[in-house]
């Protein structure tokens, strides 16, 4: 005779076994996309809010409009910690769930997607690196599974020269100036110093390189150099996590002027500034999309997902930097599904379908105010062969308070980038062995 | 031939022409030497009492930092703050004994050091459980501007923390040297079993001392915390305070101190003076690598006790 605790047991058992089917068929119609995040660990406090941004949008998307045309997003989060290992046996444990596998991968670290760009091509899986990973990768022709758009590290150098140019009195001026470039000793601090170098050599300004060692919490040596030795007339920075703060601190320490003092874009949120205190005023940051919650798309977040008690953060946090990069990255994935459904039907798609809809993506002006982010971010139109597509970026500047654009939108120099993508690629193609493709 | 001039002689010629350069970085490293021995401190308490090597003791400066500037951030004065966090470390320190040592008598040492290790995990996730894992700047009034002395560049900060440093090592010194509690912990540090034949309760004088390191831990965090914002990464720093253990030795508080100067000097002039030619970034591998040189010739560290053993 069974006594009551088994009982119990046995009946949650076909409650739950009963649920099942029901909940496999609604997921039939779901479009699977994984979140690789890393909200634990030495760069949590910054992956945290990326991927409540993330998520809040799939969730809007869902609330709001039923899913993309009627499919239902169904995603899952698995914490990397911004670790490759992990990244990678996140990736394995998440390709092929949902009823077509894994859509995209946003890796979020440049180390994890130099880890998965050979794994997802055999896998025919896209990834989606938004801002980080291989600047070379945006030549479809090599790697027609990588997207990089909007804007890659290459490009945001170039722009940053030019406001640096602009700031002296033109791309003349830079002669003899000296620019320094205090960069996170890993693959991704290391990314820009070729495009600085080659624009060094074109434009005659001395470049110096400082590697600071993760995580980057003791930074007193560089700066004493930086600022009492080396005295750059502008310092250029490629950091991530407490190496940012550290860095804001130990420059004013040592009296280095803010207003010279520029992040790339993974050196400006919010959790860069905030720790430094009235020492970070005036400090600038390059950035490829809005900051703030003033958009439309905010005001949908704010009604459908947190008022619906939905909401994946604090409200108070939405319209961070790094939040509205979360909503980037899901808008843009949003939108190459949508535009995939386009070319393969309003159904859950393969990975290798909703590749197509990214390489046809054509986010122009008019749908990114339909979609309530007018002005928020420059149009993206990818093609075969440009995986990039815009590359432009803005200057924003922390006034103790809040991030203030502090120039316009300024377009990478295509003519200087485009070509090192396409040897850089070609080359690893050849060692690869990889036959690329026709665009033409 | 270039290389060796570049590691031989360019560096010293480089000092020899800014000398007053050469002396900010020393200045520098020296303060930040002081900065690494605090957190080294705490490691030395545990070890020198109880032979555990405390591989929590990075997750306690963390766990410290994050109750105070959550009290601060619930809008207390900074000294009720302070004290209830001194008060949330004695609860842990007797929550840990009671839990995790006291089981564990008379396990080799090797046991209780993975023990620390569970103990790290669960205060790295119980503390951002209760606080988050935001990033909380800490404001304790100490000024941080660049001060010019006698033509040399100085952070306040760094002077600040090294009285702070030199405060509470002098008052750990007169703890252990004039108080009954203090004899009573050398006498367990120096034979646990002679200490408990006579008297001394074992049990009591671990919870004291891992509250000692606790608090030592929460000036570590404050002062950390205050250089870097309060979040995760500060649990990372007990692994700047390795090589300073390594050099100094595990059981002395003068070894923790001087180990400190010699490492926070040493890697900060490597990094100015020798970085370029060995590739950047070097000061962590550095700090390593001093404390290995020196471990050649003294393996129980500048300071610490030769261990013979008799067949």
């Not at chain 1, 060094?200 to 590697?211: C, D, I, Q, T």
């Not at chain 2, 800490?138 to 090294?162: K, M, S, T």
């Not at chain 2, 120096?190 to 200490?195: E, G, I, L, Y």
């Amino acid at each position: 005779m069974m006594n009551r605790r088994q009982t119990l047991g046995l009946a949650a058992g076909a409650i739950a076994f009963g649920a099942m089917p029901l909940r496999l068929h609604a997921q039939e119609n779901a479009q699977f996309i994984p979140s690789l995040v890393y909200r634990t660990g030495p760069y949590g406090p910054n992956g945290e809010p990326f991927a409540n941004g993330a998520a809040d949008y799939y969730t809007l998307i869902n609330a709001r409009d039923g899913g993309i045309n009627g499919v239902e997003i169904v995603f899952e989060e698995c914490d990397t910690q911004y670790n490759n290992d992990k990244g990678v046996e996140c990736y394995e444990r998440l390709k092929n769930k949902g009823p077509t596998g894994a859509a995209v991968f946003s890796p979020l670290s440049t180390g994890i997607t130099y880890a998965l760009i050979e794994r997802a091509r055999a896998d025919k899986i896209p990834i989606f690196s938004m801002g980080y990973g291989r600047t070379d990768a945006s030549y479809g022709a090599v790697f027609p599974h990588v997207f990089t758009a909007p804007a890659t590290y290459w490009s945001q150098a170039t722009s940053l020269i030019q406001y640096v140019a602009a700031q002296e009195g033109g791309l003349e001026a830079l002669e003899g100036k000296k620019i320094a470039l205090v960069y996170h000793d890993s693959a991704y601090g290391k990314e820009p110093i070729r495009t600085l170098e080659a624009l060094a050599e074109r434009f005659g300004y001395k470049l110096s390189l400082f590697p600071v060692a993760h995580p980057g919490l003791e930074q007193k040596a560089t700066w004493l150099k930086v600022g009492r030795q080396v005295r750059p007339d502008w310092v250029l920075m490629w950091g991530w996590g407490v190496m940012n703060s550290t860095a804001i601190k130990e420059a004013a320490a040592v009296g280095f002027p803010m207003e010279r003092f520029i992040g790339n874009w993974w050196s400006g949120s919010e959790n860069d500034v905030t720790p430094a205190g009235d020492a970070a005023i005036g400090y600038k940051s390059a950035n490829f999309h809005g900051a703030g919650a003033t958009w439309p798309v905010h005001e949908d977040i704010f009604k459908h997902v947190y008022d619906a008690g939905k909401g994946a953060g604090k409200r108070e946090r939405v319209g961070e930097v790094l939040y509205n990069r979360g909503v980037t990255n899901a808008m843009i994935v949003v939108e190459a599904i949508r535009t995939a459904q386009e070319i393969h039907g309003n159904k859950p798609l393969t990975g290798w379908q909703v590749r197509d809809g990214f390489e046809n993506l054509d986010l122009s002006a008019e749908r990114l105010t339909e979609l309530g982010l007018a002005d928020f971010m420059q149009p993206i139109k990818l093609s075969c062969e440009d995986h990039e597509g815009g590359g432009s970026v803005y200057v924003q500047q922390w006034d103790g308070k809040t991030w203030k654009r502090v120039s316009d939108w300024i377009p990478p120099m295509r003519d200087v980038v485009w070509p090192m993508i396409k040897e850089s690629a070609l080359a690893y193609a050849k060692e690869k062995g990889i036959t690329p493709r026709s665009c033409t | 031939m270039e290389t060796l001039s570049a590691v031989l002689v360019e560096p010293f010629v480089a000092i020899a022409e800014a000398p007053m350069f050469f002396f900010e970085v020393l200045i520098g490293g020296l303060l930040s030497g002081v900065m690494y021995a605090l957190v080294a401190l705490g490691f030395v308490l545990i070890f020198k009492a109880s032979g555990v090597f405390n591989f929590a003791q990075g997750a306690m400066v963390l766990f410290a930092a994050l109750f105070f500037v959550g009290f601060i951030d619930l809008g207390w004065p900074i000294w009720l703050s302070l004290v209830v966090t001194v008060g949330v470390m004695v609860l842990l320190a007797l929550v840990i004994e009671r839990a995790v040592l006291r089981p564990l008598v008379n396990q080799d040492p090797i046991i209780l050091f993975m023990a620390t290790i569970g103990i790290t995990f669960f205060l790295d996730g119980f503390g951002q459980t209760l606080w988050g894992s935001d990033v909380r700047r800490l404001d304790i009034g100490i000024p941080d501007d660049p001060l010019i002395v006698a033509g040399l560049y100085v952070n306040q900060f760094d002077i600040y923390a090294a009285v702070i440093c030199g405060l509470l090592v002098l008052g750990l010194a007169l703890f252990f040297q004039f108080t009954p509690t203090g004899r009573a912990l050398r006498a367990v540090a120096d034979d646990h079993q002679a200490a408990m034949s006579v008297g001394v309760p074992l049990n009591v004088i671990w919870a004291i001392v891992w509250t000692v390191a606790g608090i030592v831990g929460l000036v570590a965090g404050i002062m950390w915390g205050a250089k870097l914002g309060v979040q995760f990464n500060l649990a990372l720093i007990a692994l700047k305070a390795l090589p300073v253990l390594i050099l100094g030795g595990f059981t002395s508080v003068p070894g923790a101190i001087v180990g400190g100067l010699i490492i926070g000097a040493g890697e900060k002039v490597a990094e100015v003076f020798w970085g370029e030619v060995l590739g950047g970034a070097i000061e962590d591998w550095f700090a390593y690598m001093l404390a290995m040189v020196f471990l050649l010739f003294r393996p129980q560290g500048l300071f610490g006790e030769k261990i013979i053993e008799r067949v």
